[in-house]
């Protein structure tokens, strides 16, 4: 895996394979004795009753090695054999081959019925002699299997995202117009260290191309406030003095440095040059936007070790 996220996800969908393994190889097995006799709808929702880690399953059906869906859809409530025959071969989970033995999982998708992020797990019904007759697949909304209470860590790594190829195509015919914000960037760097020193502000984002400046508040993180240059440079009567927060990862001294290299990218090339950053001191995360529409999201210490690094 890259990165902690990837392996967050695949540590939860593992997770969620052993939480259904057994009662999905039990619906592998039911299916397999019922294979297209008229019990087959009947006898798969028994099994979906008697098994409670399928309680929530939305929808249960069975299709053949070709996606030919041979049983009705079945819910603990209802079956419906208005699918029965429906080819779902180009569904994204067929599409892109499952297992021929065993259980797997769907990538996540959004249901056409409810708009709600589902998974689909999906058994293979095999004979004695291994061959592959099918698959019985059980639908659920994620919101209704088991997750964990806490989500992935933040990642403290560089990650670069190349941005809109059209933009990327045409730099060179391009060159940096100085704005208001580069005519007051001293001023308004120094307003926004005493922001995030002194009064609350935990993120700012410096946006130098459109001259607006965009903050979030230690004390009321869900909202974010926006100011254009002139309101920027009144902003330490707006928001009154605050300590600086115990949790922040980064100095003073690191913050100081992060905004002259800023400058520094901001001015260091007339095509290639930077665009938008920011700087969060819980996190200790930096973010570069370039002329070229590329991203750099990276820890401050990386950053700090060789900033004209991460140009474009």
Same mark, same amino acid.
């Given at each position: %895996?890259?990165?902690?996220?990837?392996q967050?996800?695949?540590?939860?969908?593992?997770?969620?394979?052993?939480?259904?393994?057994?009662? %999905?190889?039990?619906?592998?097995?039911?299916?397999?004795?019922?294979?297209?006799s008229?019990?087959?709808?009947h006898?798969?929702?028994?099994?979906?009753m008697?098994?409670?880690?399928l309680? @929530?399953?939305?929808?249960?059906?069975?299709?053949?090695?070709?996606?030919?869906? $041979?049983?009705?859809?079945?819910?603990? @409530?209802?079956?419906?054999?208005?699918?029965?025959?429906q080819?779902?071969a180009?569904?994204?989970?067929?599409?892109?081959?499952?297992?021929?033995?065993?259980?797997?999982?769907?990538?996540?998708?959004?249901?056409?019925?409810?708009g709600?992020?589902? $998974?689909?797990?999906?058994?293979?019904?095999?004979?004695?002699?291994?061959?592959?007759?099918?698959?019985?697949?059980?639908?659920?909304?994620?919101?209704?299997?088991?997750a964990?209470?806490?989500?992935?860590?933040?990642?403290?790594?560089?990650?670069?995202?190349?941005?809109?190829?059209? $933009?990327?195509?045409?730099?060179?015919?391009?060159?940096?117009?100085?704005?208001?914000?580069?005519?007051?960037?001293?001023?308004?760097?120094?307003?926004?260290?005493?922001?995030?020193?002194?009064?609350g502000?935990f993120h700012?984002?410096?946006?130098?191309?459109s001259s607006r400046v965009?903050?979030?508040?230690?004390?009321d993180?869900?909202?974010?406030?926006?100011?254009?240059?002139d309101?920027?440079?009144?902003?330490c009567?707006?928001?009154?003095?605050?300590?600086?927060?115990?949790?922040?990862?980064?100095?003073e001294?690191?913050?100081?440095?992060?905004?002259?290299?800023?400058?520094t990218?901001?001015?260091?090339?007339?095509?290639?040059?930077?665009?938008?950053?920011?700087?969060?001191?819980?996190?200790? %995360?930096?973010?570069?936007?370039?002329?070229?529409?590329?991203?750099?999201?990276?820890?401050?210490?990386?950053?700090l070790?060789?900033?004209?690094m991460? %140009?474009?």
């Amino acid at each position: %895996m890259s990165n902690s996220f990837d392996q967050y996800i695949e540590a939860q969908r593992q997770r969620l394979q052993v939480y259904l393994s057994v009662a %999905m190889e039990s619906l592998g097995t039911t299916t397999l004795q019922s294979w297209q006799s008229d019990t087959l709808s009947h006898s798969l929702q028994q099994s979906l009753m008697d098994e409670s880690n399928l309680a @929530q399953c939305q929808c249960l059906y069975v299709v053949d090695a070709e996606g030919q869906q $041979i049983s009705a859809n079945i819910s603990a @409530q209802s079956i419906d054999s208005s699918a029965t025959g429906q080819n779902l071969a180009k569904r994204p989970y067929l599409r892109h081959t499952p297992s021929t033995s065993g259980l797997s999982l769907s990538s996540v998708y959004i249901s056409r019925l409810d708009g709600q992020s589902c $998974i689909s797990a999906i058994q293979s019904v095999n004979q004695s002699d291994g061959l592959l007759l099918g698959y019985v697949i059980a639908d659920f909304s994620l919101l209704s299997l088991p997750a964990n209470a806490s989500g992935p860590e933040d990642r403290q790594m560089w990650l670069q995202a190349k941005g809109d190829p059209s $933009i990327r195509g045409t730099l060179f015919q391009q060159t940096r117009t100085q704005s208001p914000l580069d005519d007051h960037i001293d001023d308004v760097i120094d307003i926004v260290i005493e922001l995030l020193l002194k009064r609350g502000v935990f993120h700012a984002k410096l946006h130098f191309s459109s001259s607006r400046v965009t903050i979030w508040l230690y004390k009321d993180p869900y909202r974010y406030r926006v100011h254009l240059i002139d309101e920027i440079k009144q902003a330490c009567l707006a928001y009154p003095p605050c300590q600086y927060p115990e949790e922040a990862t980064i100095s003073e001294a690191q913050i100081r440095e992060v905004f002259g290299h800023f400058k520094t990218l901001r001015f260091i090339d007339e095509t290639l040059y930077l665009r938008s950053a920011s700087l969060n001191i819980i996190n200790g %995360m930096v973010a570069l936007n370039f002329s070229c529409d590329g991203t750099h999201y990276l820890p401050t210490e990386k950053f700090l070790a060789n900033p004209e690094m991460y %140009m474009g």
